[in-house]
Each structure stands twice: as structure tokens, then as C-alpha cells.
């Protein structure tokens, strides 16, 4: 059974950071390519970032450029996704997954996916 697990979520201020992590097994981490996306209430998931299955390759949305960057552990098995500067629009349940194939934004490419962590942004 593929397991990710998201952490790291919480209340922050408006301009703070958070770090997300999503832990997963060497299996997973060496046969998949990992993304994160958010979903806000009443909105559709959004695509955040990819890591390449590698580790050696990412990109993020535009809407996170220059804020988030994504970056993984080997010997923990741990993908992270930085986020500095956040904004009150950032505020969503974060989700890492899974897939086969590297930077898809649509959601239904991803086959495994996390539990989520919520991140508020208060202003």
C-alpha cells in the first residue's frame, strides 16, 4: 500500500514560513515523480510544484515563484515543500502525490496522494 504522509501544516502570520513534508518509502520515492498541490475551500486542487522522481528537477506555479521551493531528503525519504513570504491566499490543505510522470498539473495524473495538512495565513 503506497503511503505519503503530509506534516508540517499550521497557523502562521501573514509574510512567515512554513515547511511541509511528505514522507514516503524509498520505493515510492525511486519509481514516482512527486507533486504538490492545494485545494482552498469551495476551489478546485491547484498544482503547486514537482519534484522530479531524481530529485534533480523541480518547478512551481507561477502563483508560488520566488516564494516556494520544493527539495527531498534521500536518507529520510522526506520531500519538502518550503514557503516563505506567505500571503493570506495561500491558505489551503497542502498535498503531496505521486505519479509517473514529471510536472503534470492536473491532479488526476497523480495516482497516490497524502492525507493533506492545512496551512492558514492570517493577515
Known amino acids: 500500500q503506497v503511503q505519503l504522509v503530509e506534516s508540517g501544516g499550521g497557523l502562521v502570520q501573514a509574510g512567515g514560513s512554513l515547511r511541509l513534508s511528505c514522507a514516503a518509502s524509498?520505493?515510492?520515492?525511486?519509481?514516482?515523480?512527486m507533486g504538490w498541490f492545494r485545494q482552498a475551500p469551495g476551489k478546485e486542487r491547484e498544482f503547486v510544484g514537482a519534484?522530479?522522481?531524481?530529485?534533480?528537477?523541480?518547478h512551481v506555479a507561477d502563483s508560488v515563484k520566488g516564494r516556494f521551493t520544493i527539495s527531498r531528503d534521500n536518507a529520510k525519504n522526506t520531500v519538502y515543500l518550503q514557503m516563505n513570504s506567505l500571503k493570506p491566499e495561500d491558505t489551503a490543505v497542502y498535498y503531496c502525490?505521486?505519479?509517473?510522470?514529471?510536472?503534470?498539473?492536473?491532479?488526476?495524473?497523480?495516482?497516490?496522494w497524502g492525507q493533506g495538512t492545512q496551512v492558514t495565513v492570517s493577515s
Open positions: 524509498e520505493r515510492i520515492l525511486s519509481t514516482n515523480n
Open positions: 519534484l522530479s522522481r531524481s530529485g534533480t528537477i523541480t
Open positions: 502525490a505521486a505519479g509517473p510522470a514529471y510536472g503534470r498539473t492536473d491532479s488526476r495524473e497523480y495516482p497516490y
